[in-house]
């Protein structure tokens, strides 16, 4: 019930558990109280009644609705323990970071962005919990947080690895669950986190297929602790020697090339090429070939699949594009995916490679002026089985042109 909508009533906080009191039997609020616990109450704003607790330490105020956090909360110049997660929050500002005596920090499932660089003011903070946010980077100024013991950033949209966290000297734990991380720094690690004692990656192989640092990707199919696991991976790139990798390039540099993404465009109308087009993919990984692919069907029931698909569109390196009059006519293909892929194309030299499921008016169409790997009047579904196998081979041995550059 949201306390607002009760006029007859008033916000009393009796116990230290919100409740409705009438106005008639207004009680004596003692303001000396040093824990709050108004979770799970509706409430759409901080009740302006809290900042009057100035002996206040610990704050719960988690499973709410509150999508702005007011700077008064700064007036509770005490708070030890702080607990937003599960409301709206979009942003912080500056002055919640006057609270100087925070030593739990907890802001879970919200809608934050990312943090301030104030968050260096609370140099007391032992436990910072960010999860289920929309956070890509951490401001440098976490590294003076040299009290922390206790970081969780899973399921963020991380790509690149915070280094600022690598001097966190007394840092114990962290979780890195559920994220997109492109470089992972295995031996600096090991190496700069001296207390570390715990290390959480498991994460969902289907949200996590493509674009992945190799350490990272290894680390996420380990439930529970991987601590061990990066010891030895550690190890494992300090004594590998230099490889001829299989495309015949020398590995020499200290850390080989990222994968390449695959993208793959299509409609659901057209799955069953998706299926067969797979399969063929699948050959390359099996030789050795460093590349990620990607299609919607990685992406997990209740997962932000909106979201998922654009970060999967900004890493594309290469796109294969399942071209029909359904693919042509999907509002989602047209507006979100092919703008994206084409820009890619003209700025980064992404690779685009059409393929014609079905006769349709590809020529004219905004991909038309890309060279399909099929001829557009000889559509896999007018081919006999081993006519669309040899077209799929010729996908995949321009894919391993490509992959050679």
């Known amino acids: 019930m949201d306390v607002k909508s009760c006029p007859p009533q008033e916000m009393q906080i009796k116990q230290n558990k919100l409740i409705l009191a009438n106005k008639d039997h207004r009680m004596k609020i003692n303001f000396s109280a040093s824990k709050l616990d108004l979770s799970n109450q509706n409430l759409k704003e901080v009740p302006a009644i809290v900042f009057k607790y100035k002996n206040l330490k610990k704050l719960n105020l988690s499973n709410n609705q509150i999508q702005v956090l007011p700077k008064e909360l700064a007036k509770c110049k005490r708070l030890t323990n702080l607990d937003l997660s599960d409301n709206f929050l979009k942003t912080l500002y500056a002055k919640h970071f006057d609270l100087i005596h925070l030593e739990v920090l907890i802001l879970n499932n919200n809608m934050l962005k990312g943090l301030p660089k104030q968050i260096g003011n609370i140099k007391k903070l032992k436990k910072l919990s960010v999860s289920g946010n929309k956070i890509s980077s951490l401001p440098n100024e976490i590294s003076s947080l040299q009290s922390l013991e206790s970081l969780n950033l899973a399921d963020n949209d991380f790509v690149h690895f915070p280094d600022s966290i690598l001097a966190l000297k007394s840092l114990k734990r962290i979780w890195l669950n559920n ?68 495309m015949g390039i020398q590995n020499g540099e200290s850390k080989q090339k990222a994968p390449k993404t695959l993208f793959i465009s299509y409609s659901h109308q057209d799955e069953e090429w998706l299926k067969k087009i797979n399969v063929f993919l699948d050959t390359l990984q099996y030789e050795g070939l460093q590349l990620n692919v990607w299609d919607d069907t990685r992406i997990n029931t209740g997962d932000r699949w909106k979201d998922e698909i654009e970060k999967a569109l900004l890493l594309a390196d290469i796109a294969i594009l399942i071209v029909s009059s359904d693919f042509l006519r999907s509002r989602f293909v047209r507006e979100k995916e092919v703008p994206v892929l084409l820009k890619k194309a003209q700025d980064k030299g992404a690779a685009i490679l059409p393929i014609i499921a079905k006769r349709c008016r590809f020529t004219t169409s905004p991909i038309g002026e890309y060279q399909s790997i099929n001829k ?28 050679k550059l």
């Open 179 to 246: 994220n997109q991380f492109q470089d992972f720094p295995t031996g600096n690690i090991k190496q700069q986190l001296p207390s570390l004692l715990a290390l959480y990656c498991f994460s969902s192989l289907n949200k996590t297929y493509f674009g992945i640092d190799p350490d990272y990707l290894t680390l996420q199919k380990y439930k529970g602790n991987s601590i061990g696991k990066i010891n030895l991976l550690a190890l494992k790139s300090e004594n590998q020697p230099k490889l001829i990798d299989v």
């Open 376 to 403: 557009p009047e000889e559509p896999l579904n007018a081919l006999e089985e081993y006519k669309q196998d040899d077209i799929f081979f010729r996908l995949t041995e321009e894919i391993v042109r490509i992959l």
